[in-house]
């Protein structure tokens, strides 16, 4: 395997062992930093592979660990650790030129769902990196038949500037993407507790973007009422009076809505109700 290649898929999962250090179990990111010492290692050995003993028994720890960790192979975190570790699986077993492709490709899939832990502006760096290592290692695979050893560097250096032209030709349309589209979440966190603290006329200014609705969105549960299925409202609303009940207190409102979306489910799509009647539903409920 050419060197460029290599250090290409070294850093790429690099970057993506850092990235998740901040919320993936302490076992888990120990074995990432075995496997990445392993795959350089092994690579730089002509014509020595990891072997594939040694693989299973890495991934299967690995998920081990996950399962300990999060009881559940399920979920956003359980979710994105078994891609993970499927990941460096894959790295260490990468062979052919195949093998490369598939890996960066199912790379920019692994760090393009760590936005679904955080979406920090630390994040954002770590993936745009991310998204640079995986172009430039896609890049090399088809030029590296063209260019030596001898002229790695100056190589690396020439293609790097290529991906970088790439990505910012391509920038101007996700930033039209970014502002034509508010559902979609900016890339930092917005420190809420301060922000509430404003006044008023700077809190909205600031917040405008975030409090408005599209007009064309529909809830998840909307949707269900149209297609004639049972909503999720006893695993969200009834979660709350669950808890009203444990703690001995009352929470009459979302009894009401409980009420009225069960209604709903039994006479969909014929029941329908105006904002103002539910608001004057859920204000009765409150006074009881």
């Known amino acids: 395997m050419h060197s460029s290649i290599r250090i290409a898929i070294v850093l790429t999962l690099s970057l993506i062992w850092i990235t998740q250090l901040s919320f993936s179990p302490v076992l888990l990111s120990v074995i990432f930093a075995i496997c990445i010492g392993c795959l350089w290692y092994f690579m730089k050995s002509t014509g020595n592979h990891f ?44 062979k052919t030129q195949r093998d490369v492709i598939i890996l960066f490709n199912f790379a920019l899939f692994v760090a393009a769902s760590m936005f679904l832990h955080s979406q920090s502006f630390m994040t954002a760096v770590m993936v745009l990196l991310c998204l640079l290592s995986c172009l430039l290692g896609l890049y090399r695979v088809q030029t590296h038949a063209f260019a030596s050893e001898n002229s790695n560097r100056m190589a690396l250096r020439q293609d790097a500037k290529h991906v970088i032209k790439f990505v910012g030709l391509a920038l101007p349309f996700f930033v039209l993407l970014f ?110």
Do not use: C
């Open 51 to 94: 072997p594939k003993w040694a693989i299973y028994i890495l991934t299967l720890v690995a998920l081990a660990v996950t399962f300990w960790s999060y009881q559940s192979f399920l979920g956003v975190e359980a979710g994105v650790a078994v891609l993970s570790i499927f990941l460096f699986a894959k790295a260490l077993e990468t």
């Open 179 to 288: 502002i034509f589209f508010p559902r979609l979440p900016p890339l930092w966190h917005i420190p809420i507790p301060k922000l509430l603290s404003l006044p008023n006329p700077l809190f909205k200014l600031l917040s405008r973007k975030m409090l408005a609705i599209d007009p064309l969105a529909r809830s998840s549960m909307q949707d269900d009422l149209i297609a004639g299925r049972p909503t999720e409202v006893d695993w969200i609303n009834g979660e709350v009076l669950k808890l009203a009940e444990q703690s001995g207190r009352q929470a009459p409102i979302n009894a009401r809505l409980i009420a009225l979306i069960k209604q709903s489910e039994k006479s969909s799509p014929s029941f329908s109700m105006s904002a103002d009647a539910l608001k004057d539903q859920l204000k009765s409920a409150a006074k009881q």
